[in-house]
């Protein structure tokens, strides 16, 4: 498929545009240690905080915000491939040394190969709801994902989401009430019992704590919002700017990591 992003131009990634075959291959046994990688190690400067992006699309958000905020490392996700061009030859051109775009699938990296508190925000946004429930386990959104987003977190890190799809937000908030604290309990960060996160489904999940609290939730506030987002807008990706034209709602929020960890085990 090709959406004529370049409008005749060639699309040139340059260094800032990775793919799968640039990575050392998983090993035959994925989760041991020989499977994990540091992509802080991919920047000229790998001691600077470090932010995902999960979906560039156009590279709106990921290009605005690597502008204007130089001292931070981002990577993005994507896996339409065009996208992934078209977003890696914007940020080259652009001249940002401090942002790499890999063409992969992010929920599967980041389960396998990405080392544990390395990362101080992840973005989530406008990701594809899938619809139709025989889809439904193509969303990002998963049990496996939280778990790992709360393993590759910093403490104190974040998980920022902004959707406008209204069946794929009562389904992130089912999600979200199994992994934060009920309202007026502080979180906690602790299970009482062990936590089994299986690779293949999301309903394979099991556990005898059903307030697993290891996120408090917080709205998406002023001190989420980026500082390249026009006024009124919640991230100034081109999918808000698209579905506000259209008058459509936006749902967000912020799970934000509290102390504790669970115990993984991977089947």
């Given at each position: 498929?090709?959406?004529?992003?370049?409008?005749?131009?060639?699309?040139?990634?340059?260094?800032?545009?990775?793919?799968?075959?640039?990575?050392?291959?998983?090993?035959?046994?994925?989760?041991?240690?020989?499977?994990?990688?540091?992509?802080?190690?991919?920047?000229?400067?790998?001691?600077?905080?470090?932010?995902?992006?999960?979906?560039t699309?156009?590279?709106?958000?990921?290009?605005?915000?690597?502008?204007?905020?130089?001292?931070?490392?981002?990577?993005?996700?994507?896996?339409?491939r065009?996208?992934?061009?078209?977003?890696?030859?914007?940020?080259?051109?652009?001249?940002?040394?401090?942002?790499?775009?890999?063409?992969?699938?992010?929920?599967?990296?980041?389960?396998?190969?990405?080392?544990?508190?390395?990362?101080?925000?992840?973005?989530?946004?406008?990701?594809?709801?899938?619809?139709?429930?025989?889809?439904?386990?193509?969303?990002?959104?998963?049990?496996?994902?939280?778990?790992?987003?709360?393993?590759?977190?910093?403490?104190?890190?974040?998980?920022?989401?902004?959707?406008?799809?209204?069946?794929?937000?009562?389904?992130?908030?089912?999600?979200f009430?199994?992994?934060?604290?009920?309202?007026?309990?502080?979180?906690?960060?602790?299970?009482?019992?062990?936590?089994?996160?299986?690779?293949?489904?999301?309903?394979?999940?099991r556990?005898?704590?059903?307030?697993?609290?290891?996120?408090?939730?917080?709205?998406?506030?002023?001190?989420?919002?980026?500082?390249?987002?026009?006024?009124?807008?919640?991230?100034?990706?081109?999918?808000?700017?698209?579905?506000?034209?259209?008058?459509?709602?936006?749902?967000?929020?912020?799970?934000?990591?509290?102390?504790g960890?669970?115990?993984?085990?991977?089947?």
């Open positions: 498929m090709s959406f004529g992003l370049g409008r005749g131009r060639a699309l040139d990634p340059g260094e800032i545009g990775l793919t799968l075959d640039d990575l050392p291959p998983l090993p035959d046994a994925p989760r041991a240690s020989a499977a994990v990688l540091d992509p802080r190690t991919w920047y000229p400067h790998p001691e600077r905080p470090f932010e995902i992006e999960i979906g699309g156009k590279g709106a958000f990921l290009l605005e915000e690597a502008s204007h905020r130089p001292e931070v490392n981002f990577l993005g996700f994507e896996w339409a065009e996208f992934f061009q078209y977003t890696a030859d914007r940020c080259r051109r652009r001249g940002l040394e401090n942002v790499r775009v890999l063409h992969a699938d992010a929920t599967e990296f980041l389960h396998w190969r990405l080392p544990d508190g390395v990362v101080d925000v992840v973005h989530l946004y406008f990701s594809d709801p899938w619809p139709k429930p025989r889809h439904h386990k193509r969303r990002v959104v998963q049990d496996r994902f939280l778990a790992d987003v709360h393993r590759i977190l910093v403490p104190g890190g974040e998980l920022r989401i902004v959707t406008d799809h209204e069946g794929y937000w009562g389904w992130m908030e089912e999600h009430k199994r992994w934060t604290a009920p309202e007026g309990v502080e979180p906690s960060g602790v299970l009482s019992t062990e936590f089994r996160v299986p690779s293949n489904s999301d309903s394979e999940l556990t005898q704590n059903s307030e697993l609290r290891l996120f408090e939730r917080l709205p998406f506030g002023a001190a989420h919002r980026p500082g390249a987002a026009a006024e009124g807008e919640l991230v100034g990706t081109n999918f808000e700017r698209k579905y506000a034209r259209e008058g459509r709602p936006f749902h967000a929020a912020v799970l934000r990591v509290v102390r960890r669970p115990e993984h085990s991977m089947e």
